[in-house]
């Protein structure tokens, strides 16, 4: 059946990350909307947000990529095998916020909010959670909080999902994006 095909794939997928082999993957791009031909250097296999990834080197590019396993349409062993390469998921995932992996540090951004002080709910939240790096608290009761993560759709709904409970005091041109958005929302309703 269909499952005992995905956990046969998996241990494909796994001697392959152990016996470092080159796989020819067909991969459905999602955000192209497009079938590419990869040769990838698989490195570890990632559940993330619910989703398994494969963290592979795309050597077209020479970057490290995710890549969601269930938009693997087909995959090969070439025969050929790589050096190993140094692969840390916690380095890796530096900086994110959400499903999305990493991206260019020139995404990476610095946000700094004020909590209201009657979300108390959302200053424990914000204390407990792991981010990565870790959230710096500026100031307790209100809580000022400052993020280092990157700009990505995830991290946007989040704060969206998390208004009137906070104030975003910089950088002002996500402020400005947001209130376009929310505004945008209102116009949609």
């Keep these: 059946n269909g499952r005992d095909a995905q956990e046969?794939?998996?241990?494909?997928?796994?001697?392959?990350?152990?016996?470092?082999a080159y796989l020819k993957v067909t991969y459905d791009a999602a955000t192209k909307g497009i079938t590419q031909e990869l040769l990838l250097k698989p490195l570890k296999l990632i559940?993330?947000?619910?989703?398994l990834y494969l963290a592979a080197v795309d050597d077209a590019v020479g970057e490290t990529k995710l890549f969601a396993v269930k938009r693997i349409k087909r995959f090969n062993f070439t025969g050929k095998y790589f050096?190993?390469?140094?692969?840390?998921?916690?380095?890796?995932?530096?900086?994110?916020f959400g499903k999305f992996g990493p991206q260019s540090d020139d995404k990476k951004i610095k946000?700094?909010?004020?909590?209201?002080?009657?979300?108390?709910?959302?200053?424990?939240?914000?204390?407990?959670?792991?981010f990565n790096p870790p959230v710096k608290i500026k100031r307790q009761h209100p809580m000022i909080a400052e993020f280092t993560?990157?700009?990505?759709?995830?991290?946007?709904?989040?704060?969206?999902?998390?208004?009137?409970?906070i104030k975003i005091q910089e950088p002002a041109s996500l402020k400005a994006e947001l209130k376009e958005l929310v505004t945008k929302s209102l116009e949609a309703l």
């Design 47 to 51: 559940l993330r947000m619910g989703i």
């Design 8 to 20: 046969r794939n998996i241990d494909k997928y796994l001697d392959a990350i152990k016996h470092r």
């Design 83 to 96: 050096s190993e390469i140094e692969f840390n998921a916690k380095d890796f995932y530096k900086f994110c």
């Design 149 to 165: 993560l990157y700009d990505s759709p995830d991290l946007r709904s989040w704060l969206l999902s998390i208004l009137p409970d």
């Design 111 to 130: 946000i700094v909010i004020a909590v209201n002080a009657a979300a108390s709910w959302l200053e424990a939240q914000i204390r407990e959670a792991h």
